[in-house]
């Protein structure tokens, strides 16, 4: 049986021996990949749940859209006949002609309001920027050391 020269216990054979050298070049070089892929694993679970969560939200808002969008359009449908009618008993324009106002008038409001959703859609990038340009910036990294 072997003894260690360190101590008075044997040694085992899945013991390494104790060395005060650096490691070697494969080992840290091993350990560098290992680390390079675990953050690439790390941002790729990072930027799927940011487009789970940005999918999640999309899809609440779009409900809440749509929901909103049709209780304003019978809303919005009886009030205007409502408007229609009282114009007429108010004035002695001919049914068309107040159909014609108030749908006119209607019309020019709804096209500002679409206007204004439109340039704020626009502003809106569901795709999690900083996880992108992160996972981009470690691909280039990675590609370049070789």
Known sequence: M?????SDRPA????LPESNSAPSMTHLVSGIITDA???MKQQLALFRTE???????TKQAVISLVTGLALVSVGGTL??????????ATTEL?????FGAVGGLLAAGGGL?????????????PLPDESARALKENVQWITQQR
Do not use: H, I
């Open 2 to 6: 072997a003894t260690d020269f360190r």
């Open 12 to 15: 085992s054979a899945n013991s």
């Open 37 to 39: 892929q675990d953050l």
């Open 51 to 57: 487009v789970k969560e940005d999918v999640r939200k």
């Open 79 to 88: 009030l205007s006949f409502m408007l229609v009618y009282a114009l007429q």
């Open 94 to 98: 001919p049914l068309w002609g107040c």
């Open 113 to 125: 309001v679409f206007y204004g959703a439109l340039r704020k859609f626009n502003e809106f990038n």
